[in-house]
DNA sequence: TCTTGACTATCACGTTACGTGAGAGTGTAT
DNA sequence: ATACACTCTCACGTAACGTGATAGTCAAGA
């Protein structure tokens, strides 16, 4: 039996973390000391303890591997579930190579200053459409393009008829800074052919009428969609510019989606009005 | 101006981040009014945040960035510590990856069901010596090598003759989860070569007797420092089997260390002494 | 004018895995 | 008796927001 210190000493885990892990009950010392509340570990606890490390190098979190050495799984579930941590830490290893890339990018545009592009602004009127619609939460750009590509897939194989470009919708300006955030994925269908297509979707697909818009302030926007927020900025501007204010969720009508992302060509839409929010206070006018 | 929704919806960043951080000063709303205390944003506001954002996204706190668009800083600078930054992603790429390899070690392991090794361990006795330490806080093995190889260069260059393996000190049990942790790194010498080969290294470097150890627990450590861990299981075990508790520090000696990091030798070593924590409490004798 | 609904605001607490003292009790050696 | 090294239990701090709860604002419709 070992005090808390040569514990420490022996797993090369911090004191104060032995008695974190104590108080949430991933590994309570084999003994306690009734009157001086000194804990006692075994040296058979490092093994688990171990295990543990194991596991949270594998990117568990403590909770999950509460359950893990709890539960007593079969073999070939953990195996699963390790695989299954594998490919994220695959995932996350790619994701950061694309944020060095990113970084280079930023590098160069620092090195020229600053680079500011303008785009050109519309002012359209939109017309109302029938779309089958579905909701995602989704991490970023690729996957929201993999899901429309398996809605579009969905679609066609029920006979629905694709009347226009698909589009997705923002909701509710709900962004939320892990990258998750819930968007529509709408394909502007023929209303005659849908069918039952809502039923055999099992829900996950509606089908509903897009509001027309008589102004929508649009720009056309060519390159990946990953950087496309540089766009929004060039929106923005004009929006603010000519004294309208905006007035519902931003579209992005994706006019050309094949080969590199670098090609994608898009739409961004806002609905606007006239209307502008002045700078001061709104002036207090007496009457007469 | 826009509103926050609005501005949020331009800026793809949640209500409540853009709260956020206006309440920690990050990014202030150009114009809050006074009666009801609506945020209002401007277009310009946007170029800002999305600097905001890309510093975040290369790894810098929000504190940093603050310090960053703060004070204005020349772009060299700038640039500077972008490429630090770049640097450290690199890092990380690098071990995740290393962290891949050892899920798949771990695989493995999993699927030979439980292998339990056992290494021999001996009890020693170990003279004081007189050695040129470094405290260091470092976060792996290889920076620990590292600094310990930075060291000896130093010594060397500077006369002091090096009279038997050097190793490494855990400190205090002081162990921290984020992986840093305190070692000295100690090189037995010879007393009469070391000069002032304290003032030359700033300090840094102090002499000292380390003390001799009368009942040494040692088990020789055949492979990567990596995975040294389960070699503590063996020692702890032979310690509490045989009565022993530890008393002191853990002391690593490196024995050889060139090559393959699985061709490292070293020796572990805790100094015990008789007297076994018991498994109950103290029994109580009474007298007579 | 009242109400409704969409929006906004400010608290205040929750999250993860511990770190960092403060203040007090324990165990052993001198 | 006292020093010290160690242990204990609170309790609060961390980073970057998320999640309600509750209340005030604003424009449109009845």
Redesign the interface.
């Known amino acids: 039996?070992?005090?808390i210190?040569?514990f420490?000493?022996?797993?090369?885990?911090?004191?104060r973390?032995l008695r974190y892990y104590d108080e949430i009950g991933l590994l309570k010392p084999l003994?306690v000391?009734?009157?001086s509340g000194y804990r006692?570990y075994?040296?058979d606890q490092?093994?688990q303890l171990?295990r543990i490390?194991?596991l949270k190098?594998?990117g568990f979190e403590l909770a999950q591997i509460f359950q893990l050495l709890d539960e007593d799984l079969p073999?070939a579930q953990?195996?699963g579930m390790?695989?299954l941590?594998?490919a994220e830490?695959?995932l996350?290893?790619q994701s950061?190579?694309e944020?060095?890339v990113?970084?280079?990018a930023?590098?160069k545009q620092?090195?020229m200053?600053e680079v500011?592009l303008t785009h050109e602004v519309a002012l359209k009127k939109v017309k109302p459409q029938i779309v089958a619609s579905s909701r995602k939460l989704a991490a970023d750009i690729k996957i929201k393009y993999q899901l429309a590509s398996e809605m579009l897939d969905f679609l066609k194989t029920n006979g629905v008829k694709q009347v226009d470009h698909m589009l997705f919708i923002?909701h509710d300006?709900?962004?939320?800074?892990d990258d998750l955030?819930v968007v529509e994925i709408a394909v502007p269908v023929n209303s005659s052919s849908v069918g039952n297509v809502v039923e055999r979707s099992g829900g996950r697909i509606t089908v509903r009428e897009l509001p027309g818009v008589n102004a929508m302030a649009s720009l056309l926007y060519h390159g990946s969609p990953a950087t496309m927020?540089?766009a929004?900025?060039s929106?923005?501007?004009w929006?603010?510019?000519n004294g309208y204010?905006?007035t519902g969720?931003?579209r992005k009508v994706c006019l050309r989606q094949e080969g590199e992302l670098s090609a994608y060509l898009t739409e961004i839409q806002?609905p606007v009005e006239k209307g502008?929010?002045?700078?001061?206070?709104p002036t207090v006018y007496f009457s007469g």
């Open positions: 039996m070992f005090k210190s040569d420490s000493r022996l797993s090369q885990v911090s004191v973390t003994q000391d009734e009157g006692y075994s040296i490092l093994q171990n490390l194991a190098d594998l073999p953990i195996r390790l695989r941590k594998q830490l695959q996350r290893v950061e190579q944020r060095l990113r970084v280079e930023r590098l620092i090195e200053d500011d923002d300006g709900d962004y939320r800074n955030s927020i540089e929004y900025q929106l923005g501007r929006i603010q510019d204010c905006i969720p931003c806002f502008e929010i002045t700078d001061s206070k």
